[in-house]
């Protein structure tokens, strides 16, 4: 299917665990994005990428790592869970770097117990 | 001063009145400005940008921007129980910098 599609769904950790959510999309979208959604606070960008090979910082990057070694794939690495990365993450793409609105796959529920 | 601030809600409304939600931003020098729409356990969803000062129109969608109050607002007409959601307004401020409200959470009562 033609879209942005993330895996998994659902996941539960335990904490120190490495874990990876996956993103892929298949518009050829040079921009890619990784945002969390706590209560209370709205998104907050996580990462971002240009295109392959270009990532940068967004605004609570910290215990995360992130690789785009392929246009449509922005995997994202929690390196040692905690419990403050219990969250919702979405992953999302775009043309351009945000001045036309973005579309966001189905999201990865993650609880890190 | 939060960046991006809505009323979290409940905007509770009938079906078929209007729904007006309201969204303020700091950033004078924001560029973009989008509505979102996210039900429960979904991904957000575009379903407005607007980007001049005025109103846009998209169907029972009404945007409208105010720069010089730094307001941006969203009007659903004829609103239906299908349009009970939370909406959240974007400012996209320049480079990659989106910022996110936190969400208005609308009930339309059948």
């Known amino acids: 299917d033609a879209g942005i599609t993330q895996s998994p769904r659902y996941k539960i950790t335990e904490t120190g665990r490495q874990v990876t959510l996956m993103c892929h999309q298949t518009?050829?979208?040079?921009?890619m994005f990784w945002y969390r959604q706590d209560l209370g606070h709205g998104l907050r960008l996580i990462y971002y990428?240009?295109?392959?090979?270009?990532?940068d910082k967004g605004e609570v990057p910290d215990g995360y790592v992130v690789s785009r070694s392929k246009t449509e794939n922005f995997p994202l690495t929690l390196e040692s869970a905690t419990r403050s990365q219990t969250s919702v993450y979405f992953c999302?793409?775009?043309?351009?770097?945000?001045?036309?609105?973005?579309?966001f796959g189905s999201g990865t529920r993650l609880t890190v117990v | 001063q939060k960046e991006v601030e809505q009323n979290s809600g409940p905007l509770s409304v009938p079906e078929g009145a209007i729904a007006s939600l309201n969204c303020t931003y700091s950033?004078?020098?924001?560029?973009?400005f989008f509505w979102y729409r996210q039900y429960s356990g979904k991904s957000p969803e575009l379903i407005m940008s607007?980007?001049?000062?005025g109103d846009k129109e998209d169907g029972r969608f009404t945007a409208q921007l105010n720069k010089a109050s730094q307001y941006v607002s969203l009007l659903i007409r004829d609103s239906q129980p299908s349009d009970s959601a939370t909406y959240l307004c974007?400012?996209?401020?320049?480079?990659?910098?989106?910022?996110f409200g936190a969400g208005t959470r609308l009930f339309v009562k059948a």
């Open positions: 999302a793409s775009s043309e351009a770097d945000g001045n036309y609105g973005y579309t």
């Open positions: 518009w050829s979208h040079s921009y």
């Open positions: 990428s240009a295109a392959a090979d270009i990532t």
């Open positions: 950033d004078r020098g924001s560029q973009s």
């Open positions: 607007i980007y001049s000062n």
């Open positions: 974007a400012v996209h401020t320049g480079g990659f910098k989106t910022i």
